[in-house]
């Protein structure tokens, strides 16, 4: 196959600690009245407020929607869309963690066209470009800063349903891991862990022949010769971060690391896409109201052992760029550790071995699977192609915790 690579990115990104402060100059370029998204505990967030000022001060008239809701429910996009109708809004930026990122993408989304969330629902429903973006992300995880998809909840849909198009992705991404240094150990563990199930994901999704138009045929294109090299950067960083930081929230470096290693994986997966592991969590967070980063991450063990004999080489590279000694092993054996490190790590910060210690019952598996394979733009990315009975092989062996069953099932093959 020929040498083919895509990235999906803002025009601007700025990362480094302080780099918050570039805001209302970025802001002043692209619009007079600024609708500021967040949540209500960033709302009266002392940093936040300042950055609020400091828009002001640049003579941008400012309002802040502080109503975002975990999970995003649309009748919160709702009141922020009223929001900035009511003061003209012509640029929108979102402060805060994933829900308060795409937040602000959907309401610039509906501020410019008009409409509902759900007529925009899947792939390239967004006619245009949307109001002028700028997110800033204060936890390291979601990469929505960089991505162009948001996601939402509608109380008419069983589970969380995405808006993906190249027009939602921000005009601006300012990453500052300052801003993390607040961020409690639970909240990193999670955020931490959906970052560096981006990057695997991205590094394992399914490689498809690049055609001539490709590139408007899928928002994610698969794993490509660009997102790879964003997703091993990720895996490198957040490898090395992710405990660090949940164990000394103070830890500079390890926060900066795991910053840039959750931008990265954004970069990565907003090109590539990412798979199976989300969309069997989609199901389980609608069922169990468990974080989506705790979701992916017991998934993501599973996941790798069933796709293990369609991306073994991968599988080895990620536990090279995890740093970990393969040498004087098999193909089979670099992988298997590899698998074992991911699962490891992700049991030293807390997240749960099994979906059944999420809160599933034996009697949702079924349905899991049933709604799992309704995440076309997931399923379709996956590397080892999946209908309904593999998919609930998978599903009960993370169910039961029996990844055993999964590599001895590969060693068959």
Not at 141 to 151: D, F, Q, W
Not at 240 to 266: F, P, Q, V, W, Y
Request: glycine share 10%; with cysteine; charged share 20%.
């Amino acid at each position: 196959m020929s040498l083919f690579g895509t990235l999906r990115t803002p025009r601007h990104l700025v990362f480094g600690a302080g780099q918050r402060h570039a805001l209302a100059g970025y802001a002043t370029a692209l619009g007079h009245r600024a609708l500021v998204v967040t949540d209500e505990r960033l709302g009266v967030d002392q940093e936040f407020i300042r950055l609020v000022d400091s828009l002001k001060q640049a003579g941008l008239d400012t309002k802040v929607f502080d109503g975002t809701i975990a999970e995003l429910p649309v009748e919160c996009i709702a009141r922020a869309v009223e929001a900035g109708r009511a003061v003209g809004a012509d640029l929108v930026i979102g402060i805060g963690g994933g829900s308060c990122l795409d937040a602000a993408k959907v309401t610039a989304l509906l501020l410019a066209h008009g409409g509902k969330a759900s007529d925009y629902y899947g792939e390239f429903k967004i006619p245009a470009p949307v109001l002028p973006l700028i997110l800033m992300p204060t936890t390291s995880g979601t990469g929505s800063e960089v991505t162009p998809v948001a996601v939402v909840t509608d109380p008419d849909r069983a589970v969380k349903v995405g808006i993906a198009s190249p027009h939602i992705i921000s005009h601006t991404a300012i990453c500052d891991p300052e801003l993390t240094w607040s961020c409690p150990p639970g909240l990193t563990a999670v955020s931490g862990a959906d970052a560096l199930t981006h990057a695997i994901e991205a590094f394992t999704t399914l490689r498809r022949e690049p055609t001539r138009t490709i590139v408007h045929e899928h928002v994610f294109l698969g794993k490509n010769a660009l997102s790879d090299n964003y997703a091993l950067l990720a895996i490198s960083h957040i490898v090395s971060s992710l405990k660090r930081a949940c164990d000394n929230g103070g830890d500079i470096e390890a926060r900066e690391r795991l910053m840039l290693g959750a931008t990265a994986a954004g970069l990565a997966f907003g090109a590539a896409g990412t798979a199976a592991a989300h969309a069997v969590q989609y199901p389980i967070g609608a069922m169990t109201h468990t974080p989506h980063g705790a979701g992916v991450a017991v998934m993501m063990p599973y996941v790798m052992e069933f796709n293990r004999a369609h991306c073994e080489p991968e599988l080895v590279e990620i536990g090279q760029a995890m740093g970990l000694d393969l040498m004087g092993m098999t193909t089979f054996e670099r992988a298997s550790v590899t698998i074992d490190a991911v699962d490891a790590l992700f049991a030293s910060v807390g997240i749960p071995k099994t979906i059944a210690d999420l809160g599933v019952v034996s009697s949702q598996l079924p349905l899991v699977c049933e709604q799992a394979m309704g995440s076309a733009r997931l399923i379709k990315n996956n590397p080892r192609p999946i209908e309904l009975d593999t998919m609930a092989i998978l599903v009960e062996a993370a169910f039961s915790g029996d990844r055993a069953s999964l590599r001895a099932t590969a060693t068959t093959r």
